[in-house]
């Protein structure tokens, strides 16, 4: 992807979330307040971050590979059960990765 | 000043300063999927919203292409519309420049700091305050990430790679938890965006399948008469 498509990318996403943060502020609440659209706001973060979840732990490309990210993510998902700090389950999901890579050379 | 008003200051200052660390990862992740120092500032200083941003370089990282991560980080901003019309009688901005700095600012936490608060002024300290927290603290860190990200040997571009998808994790979280409203059908969409994502990824461009997992989210979220509320 070139410089320019990258930055085109940024700036339109960017411009974009904002005007759906400032549409919230500026439309009547009887638009935004349908069932199916509080409905489809409330569902899209869990399915599009589950997506992401194994997109970036599990693939690379178009394909599926096993490695230390779902070392990582398994140690994440304990500390989060453990209710630890964001900080702290992104060290020790790091830590987990970065011990597998040592490990397996 | 008033203990109340303390109290509310320091709670946000907490969950500003908490919050703002987290964007050493961004930084880092950014950094990762190839985007320079200037990409990554401009994306915390104007996109501002942790979720999307992380989706935009999670998918171009997975080498997806530029329309796919800007829809990704669509779809996760939509949620800040909902949050803005919530936010709109408590902050009740006047002209339109004002009303243009306030929705800058209007995220995950900052709705949720200025919800919580006892009465409407205190709930527009509570804005304010963890809104410049925040986008200070977010902005400084994703710098940090992003120049300490660089130039780091194998083990460390491994421990990134495990972050990133702990990133995502650490925010889906709270919305699985049992307690958190519909918890069940959120662990349904989730497991649904999970599988559709991945039964996808040998056979679509990178970046679709993320977007495509959106389809669990249409299925589970259509309105079912059982669950009308009168």
Redesign the interface.
């Known amino acids: ?1 070139t ?1 320019t ?14 005007l ?8 009547p ?1 009887s638009w ?2 349908q ?25 690379t ?4 590979v096993v490695d ?2 779902l ?3 398994a ?3 304990l500390a ?1 059960a453990l209710r630890a ?3 702290v ?2 060290l ?7 011990l ?3 490990v397996s050379g | 000043m008033s203990p109340d008003r303390s109290r509310t200051l320091r709670d946000a200052v907490g969950l500003g300063l908490a919050v703002g660390l987290y964007g050493v990862a961004f930084g880092a992740a950014a950094d990762a999927a190839g985007l320079d120092v200037w990409q990554a500032l401009t994306l915390s200083a104007l996109m501002f919203t942790g979720a999307s941003q992380f989706a935009l370089v999670g998918v171009l990282g997975a080498g997806g292409s530029a329309p796919a991560a800007v829809g990704s980080a669509l779809l996760l901003g939509t949620r800040n519309t909902v949050y803005a019309v919530r936010m709109a009688p408590l902050l009740a901005p006047r002209g339109l420049l004002r009303r243009a700095g306030a929705a800058h600012w209007v995220i995950d936490e900052t709705t949720a700091m200025a919800v919580a608060a006892p009465s409407r002024e205190l709930g527009r300290l509570a804005f304010w305050a963890t809104g410049a927290t925040i986008y200070l603290g977010w902005n400084a860190m994703t710098l940090v990430g992003v120049l300490g990200a660089s130039g780091l040997g194998a083990p460390a571009e491994a421990a990134l790679d495990s972050v990133v998808p702990a990133a995502f994790l650490a925010l889906l979280w709270p919305r699985l938890r049992r307690g958190s409203r519909e918890a069940g059908a959120q662990r349904r969409v989730a497991a649904g965006g999970a599988v559709v994502a991945l039964a996808l990824t040998p056979f679509v461009p990178p970046g679709v399948q993320v977007v495509a997992a959106v389809v669990a989210v249409a299925l589970a979220g259509r309105p079912r008469r059982a669950e009308q509320p009168a």
């Open positions: 992807m410089g498509t990258l930055w085109a990318a940024v700036l339109v996403a960017s411009a974009g979330c904002y759906l943060k400032l549409a919230g502020l500026s439309v609440a935004v307040e069932p199916w659209v509080a409905r489809f706001v409330d569902f899209v973060p869990a399915g599009l971050l589950a997506a992401l979840v194994v997109v970036q732990a599990l693939t490309g178009d394909r599926i230390g990210r070392a990582g993510l140690v994440a998902a989060l700090p964001f900080i389950v992104l020790l999901a790091g830590a987990a990765g970065a597998v890579h040592v």
